[in-house]
């Protein structure tokens, strides 16, 4: 947890830091396009992780890479951090920076400035509840949310499903250099604020086509066989879970946690006080139980044979979705679609992140909103989208999350945030113009 803690941390300044540096040495016109190549590397970067992962985890074998091959992918990342020294070593500092140092404008209490002055502050909180949530959640909810998805929810065969994922992030790569150049033609907000505004409507709808096309036969069983929790609901948590160390031992919990990891949609109807919950699949029960039972092991053992038996017998679950049922094409798709609402979000706040604050400030006053909501809004995407399906029963429930947050950094950017493109980044005074102040 530490190393992860770390590693995010130095991604996040290490992000700032390149696509600062990069658009202060473009041209105001083309600020958009050049910054885009910055983000353009978090696709190929994962296209490289499945490069070096795949065929790591299919010549180990599962159980060898999960015990000690995991570390080989870390070694080897060590040539490209030999590379990226290199690369360090050979730039110089941008005009922006070296004018600031000749004219010994830098400022010399950066955190200090950025907090404490209103008109400072005032910048990095549209960034973080505006530009940031929105780029975070909506290219999250592509680029995992849908693999997760169709991998857990859907049990789509894992070769399919990366190769899925892989096609469409290699075939929407491109778009982000598109959806750069285009801001720098009509405007960082109008891309901005479509890609919010499509991911928000279209989410929702999109992997619900996903649940069609890709496993036809579980969304038969979701009409012909529904499936309800009898139980309790006062002993029914909100089963929120960000860390993974919560313990949820009521008998309600545990049925609603095992129908949402096996993506299987529900509804819950309220039973007397202190029964032990059941799951009625079809014409079939499964009883539950408490975490508190002698000998807990043997009953978990038994109430996962038995509902993994009757979902499998009422086709909820068959072992995995029929790739000869599935309509491949389509899925994909889909996937093409999902994925470039994170492509126009993306590449086109992070050039108006880099255009929002004072360049005397810039590198401390981006770093921060981008480490922090990318951390929050992104970073509990998951936890939250399981969340709401343990919640409320329904699969597509958890979708519900990213357009939400998608809807509120709409609102956040279109009344407070004005537009930067084509703005000089030498000006400390214009700066302050990015904030429209509120009526």
Known sequence: MSLRLLQGLALGGEFSGAVIYVAEHAPARDRGSWTSWIILTAALGLLLAFAVVLPLRLSLGKSVFFAWGWRIPFLVSSLLLAISIWIRLKLHESPEFAR????????????????????????LLVALFGIVP??????????????FFLGKVLKVDEGITNLLVIGATVATAPLYIFFGWLSDRIGRKPVYLAGLFFAAVFFIPLFKGLNHYANPALEQAQTAA??????????????????????????????KASLAAAGVNYRVVSAPAGSVAKIMIGTETVSSYEA??????AWAEHFKTALNQALQRSGHTSGGA??????KPMAFVLLLVILSFGTMTFASSTAMLVELFPSRIRYTAMSFPYHLGAAIFGGFLPAAAFAIVAATGNIISGLWYPVVVASIAFVVTLVFARESSGRSLGGDASASQAVREAQ
Not at 102 to 122: C, H, I
Not at 230 to 236: E, G, K, N, P, R
Not at 322 to 327: A, H, I, Y
Request: charged fraction near 15%.
């Open 100 to 123: 600031m140092k000749a004219e010994g404008s830098l400022s010399k209490a950066p955190v200090a400035e950025t907090f404490g002055q209103w008109r400072n502050l005032k910048l």
């Open 226 to 255: 529904p499936v309800v929790v009898v139980a309790d609901t006062s002993h029914c948590s909100l089963q929120f879970n960000p860390t993974g160390t919560i313990k949820y031992d009521s008998s309600c919990d545990i049925a």
């Open 292 to 297: 508190n039972v002698p000998d807990r092991s």
């Open 134 to 147: 929105g780029q975070a959640v909506v290219w999250y909810t592509g680029q995992f949310y849908a693999m």
């Open 322 to 327: 029929d790739s000869s049922t599935m309509n």
